[in-house]
């Protein structure tokens, strides 16, 4: 048994003292033959391929489709016109009246009696739906 240990132990020292340089310190050269020198420049394409591999990733998942639906929803508030039936982000549906610049009349219900209807004044961004009238 003392045999192996005494073999393990030899072994060591010599492996140490191939790695030992003339003062003593160990070198680190020619212990590992498969070690390449790094290239700063590549290593830094690859610390920062993936933090633009993610931001590219966010952009064609989260804020290309976000902004495909805010264009479709100004082309949508800029077709309305008098008569289309709308719904407001507040929950209000009603029949447009009347429209200036940025502003639209709602015709939403009747007060009191069949003339006496209900206007309400809203901005054109306050508008979440468009249904067209069919004349």
């Known amino acids: 048994m003392t045999n192996i240990l ?14 030992q340089g003339a003062t003593g310190e160990v070198t680190g050269q020619g212990t590992d033959p498969m070690a390449q020198p790094i290239n700063p420049v590549m290593n830094t394409i690859v610390t920062i391929l993936p933090l633009v591999l993610v931001i590219v990733l966010l952009y064609f998942m989260m804020i290309r489709p ?16 008098i008569g289309d039936k709308v719904v407001t982000i507040g929950g209000i549906c009603g029949k447009v009246v009347k429209i200036k610049d940025e502003f639209v009349f709602i015709e939403s219900g009747n007060i009191g009696t069949l003339e006496e209807k209900s206007v309400i004044k809203m901005e054109r961004d306050a508008i979440k739906s468009v249904e067209v009238s069919k004349k």
């Open 66 to 81: 976000q902004r495909k639906k805010e264009k479709e929803t100004r082309a949508m508030i800029n077709a309305m016109k």
């Open 6 to 19: 005494e073999t393990v132990v030899f072994a060591d020292n010599e492996n140490a003292t191939q790695s």
